[in-house]
Structures are given as structure tokens and as C-alpha cells.
């Protein structure tokens, strides 16, 4: 069976990557189509995905012709979120109502057809596969809408993945966000067949506006046992130097549209680097991490025991390199958790409860004293022996493994089933 995966930014391809390992080693075949900044066509995973046999892997402007794609870029910069929130976006608003949606269904449809076609042309059945689409993402929803309906016409599935994880146990967590009701920027999810979650906390979000036909909790592809093993093999050499500190710790930031006390975080900052034998290492969120002002922030730059990560440092570089993560509620810390480390869940820097101390209450932090105690507490008997077992347990079971540890092969069973049931589907009407 042949599948479609459009891919934008560095969460989708971490959280997908592996459903399209495991949709190869099934025996299936498949084109990844970058539809975002076509420096991720030299991403680790992305080169690595390329390798495999039955694998096609492209920017969305090399599909194109020049004056097709610039249409289809300017109107997906046209209709962009981001665009409405600077001086422009009333300007912005005004020519969107000028060329209106019925004149931007022909650039749609035509940069649609070229992509259909080219994977599907003299194919029986297939899938085609975005990640979670809101109401806010940079990828214009009018597309995203334009590609499923043609998809269905073909008789495709079309199916929705997971790029993250739900680091939050509660709702209010962004700037501006006042009041407690299902957030319409998911409502987004009912535009597919399927939309997949890891797990029930994430599932939530979708619940009010979908039905439970198109909803499927699976577990999570990223953090699964059968994909950090082959993830450990595959990541670039980590340009971190091993020094002789005694406690080596990294923070993880979110993006600045999350509510976090950025003075407070810089206190602690400043008080960790002030234990001896203690390095740090602050890594600002892979989107939009230098709007944050902490890593701007020139007093904590002088510390020489603290340092900012770059581009070319990944997520399981710092996870290799830490012996503690500090947890501003942010996904990619589950893996700290599979692998033992203690993760802090500041909870006291943020305006949020984190995932990880809803589960294991152990791992929270109240207030700067309780920092202060942790890192003593680690320089003075070192870090194991952190998590309870239990809580740990219960929280790989509900967050990361679902049903059973065997997560990756429900995906592609979804996908497949995704396949077959569009392809009937439209059979049965032609033959009716």
C-alpha cells in the first residue's frame, strides 16, 4: 500500500519518523513530502528515512512549477496566523477578503493535483497522512482541506499523527486563554477519517468535536520502546563535550506563547550555576526559541557554567549528556523518565500543572527552596533511587505504552485499515 506523509517542522518529523520506519518494514511504500523550510531535507531522520528502500523524500517546491508553487506560497503566507499578530495584519485581513477563498481554490486545487498525482497515479490503495492540524498552524487550513476532499475522490484515507505529546495536565495554559471550554484550535481534527493520539490526556482536546469513530488512542511512536532503540543509533555525533562536572543538568524551554515567569526562571538559573561542580546547559524551544527572552538574556550568558544550546545540539544529544532535566512542562522530557533520570517538574515556573508531576508527584518542584534541596540532594548522594517504581510504571502505561508496549505496529495497522475502508468505500459507490 502506498502512503503520503506531509511533513513540517521538527516535532512532526520527531513524532513520525518512526511510523514511517515501521510503515516500511511492514512491507509498504511511501512519499514524504516537506511542505516547511526545506533545510530539513538535511534533518537526521529525514536523511534517514531517504535511505530506506520504498521511500521518496522531497521539498513541495521541487514538485512544482516555479509560478504554481510561489502562488501556493503566497497564499498560505496570506491566511498565516502569525501574520494577523504583527502591524500587517490588517492589511493582511483586507487582501484575503479581496482574493478570496474562491480564488484561491484554483491555486489549491492545482498544487493538489500535482502531489496526488505523482504519488498516487496507477495506485489501488493508499493513505494520506498530515500531522495534528489547528486552527493556528502555519500550514493553511484551506489547503489542508482541499488535499483530503481530493484524497477522498481517489478513494484515499486520510489520517491525522501526533507531533508532540500533552506535557500539560491542565487547559489554561497560553497567554490570553481565560476561559475553561474546549479550545476550538482543535476542532481542526475533524476535517480527517482518523486522528490519532498517544493517549487519553491528549485525546481530550479532540473529544468535543469529533466523534469516537474518528478518534484512536494508540500510544506514542516518539517515546516507544522499539524506536529509542533505533533512535540511539541514529542520531549524529553529539557536539557535546563530557567535562568533569559532578552534576550535569539541562532545562527544557517551551515557546513564548506559554505562559512561564521568565524573572523566576532566571533566579533559578543563576542559583544552580552557583553550586559547585554543577554545569547547565538552556535549550530554547525548537520553534520560536529566540523570542524567548531567557536566552537573550546577557547576565546569564556571562556564567560560565552555563551555556545555551544550539541548532546542532538535539534532544537525545542533551538526554545523553544530563544526569537531571528540569521540566518547564514540555513532552520531550518522557524520555528522561524512560531511561531513569530524574526530571524536576517545575511546576512553580509556569502557569500549568505538568504532566509528569500529575503522575509522579516526587518529581515537582513548589518553590525555590525545593530546587535548592533537589541539586544538593543530587551533588550530595547522587541521583538514583529518584522516581517511586509505581508512579513510574503508571505513567509509561497511561502516557507513552496504552494497551501494550507493541505501539508502532498499531499505527500502521490504523493506516492500513485507513486504505482499504476509502478504497471500498469508493468502490461501492462507482459500482452503485
Not at 17 to 31: A, R, Y
Not at 221 to 244: G, H, Q, T, V
Not at 356 to 364: D, K, L, Y
Request: with cysteine; charged share 25%; proline share 5%.
Amino acid at each position: 500500500m502506498k502512503a503520503l506523509f506531509f511533513l513540517r517542522h521538527y516535532n512532526d518529523i520527531d513524532h513520525i519518523t518512526p511510523v514511517v520506519f515501521k510503515w516500511i518494514e511492514s512491507g509498504h511504500v511511501c512519499d514524504i513530502v516537506l511542505v516547511g523550510s526545506s533545510k530539513f531535507l538535511s534533518d537526521y531522520r529525514i536523511e534517514f528515512l531517504g535511505k530506506l528502500a520504498g521511500v521518496r523524500v522531497a521539498h513541495i517546491r521541487d514538485l512544482l512549477p516555479p509560478l504554481v508553487f510561489l502562488r501556493w506560497r503566497l497564499q498560505t503566507l496570506l491566511l498565516a496566523p502569525g501574520l494577523r499578530r504583527l502591524f500587517i495584519g490588517p492589511l493582511a485581513n483586507a487582501l484575503a477578503q479581496i482574493y478570496n477563498a474562491k480564488k484561491r481554490e484554483y491555486a489549491w486545487r492545482n498544487v493538489t493535483h500535482h502531489v496526488l498525482t505523482r504519488s498516487f497515479e496507477n495506485v489501488g490503495k493508499g493513505v494520506v497522512i498530515f500531522d495534528w492540524i489547528t486552527r493556528n498552524s502555519p500550514v493553511c487550513i484551506e489547503w489542508v482541506e482541499t488535499v483530503v476532499s481530493m484524497a477522498r475522490t481517489l478513494g484515499l484515507g486520510t489520517v491525522s499523527l501526533p507531533h508532540g505529546d500533552s506535557p500539560h495536565a491542565n487547559q489554561l495554559i497560553r497567554r490570553h486563554e481565560w476561559k475553561l471550554q474546549p479550545d476550538p484550535m482543535y476542532s481542526a481534527g475533524r476535517i480527517f477519517d482518523k486522528l490519532v493520539v498517544p493517549n487519553e490526556l491528549c485525546a481530550v482536546r479532540f473529544r468535543p468535536f469529533m466523534d469516537d469513530r474518528s478518534l484512536a488512542v494508540l500510544g506514542s511512536p516518539r517515546f516507544c520502546d522499539e524506536w529509542l532503540s533505533i533512535l540511539a543509533k541514529l542520531s549524529p555525533p553529539s557536539p557535546l563535550i563530557r567535562s568533569d562536572s559532578r552534576l550535569k543538568l539541562v532545562i527544557f524551554l517551551r515557546k513564548s506563547d506559554f505562559t512561564t515567569f521568565w524573572e523566576e526562571v532566571g533566579e533559578v538559573v543563576q542559583m544552580i550555576a552557583a553550586f559547585p561542580g554543577v554545569e547547565l546547559v538552556i535549550k530554547p524551544h525548537t520553534r520560536g526559541g529566540w523570542r524567548q527572552s531567557l536566552t537573550n538574556d546577557t547576565l546569564l550568558r556571562r556564567l560560565p557554567n552555563v551555556s545555551v544550546a544550539g541548532d546542532d545540539v538535539h534532544s537525545i544529544h542533551l538526554m545523553n549528556w544530563a544526569d537531571v532535566v528540569i521540566d518547564l512542562a514540555t513532552s520531550v522530557v518522557f524520555e528522561a523518565v524512560k531511561e531513569r533520570k530524574p526530571v524536576l517538574a517545575a511546576d512553580y515556573l509556569h502557569a500549568g500543572r505538568s504532566t509528569i508531576a500529575e503522575f509522579m508527584p516526587e518529581t515537582r518542584l513548589r518553590c525555590r527552596d525545593d530546587v535548592y534541596q533537589r541539586i544538593d540532594e543530587f551533588l550530595t548522594i547522587g541521583c538514583d533511587s529518584f522516581y517511586i517504581e509505581k508512579h513510574r510504571q503508571h505513567f509509561l502505561k497511561e502516557m507513552i505504552d496504552g494497551p501494550d508496549a507493541d505501539v508502532l505496529p498499531r499505527y500502521v495497522a490504523l493506516l492500513e485499515a485507513q486504505g482499504e475502508a476509502s478504497f471500498y468505500s469508493k468502490a461501492r459507490i462507482l459500482k452503485a
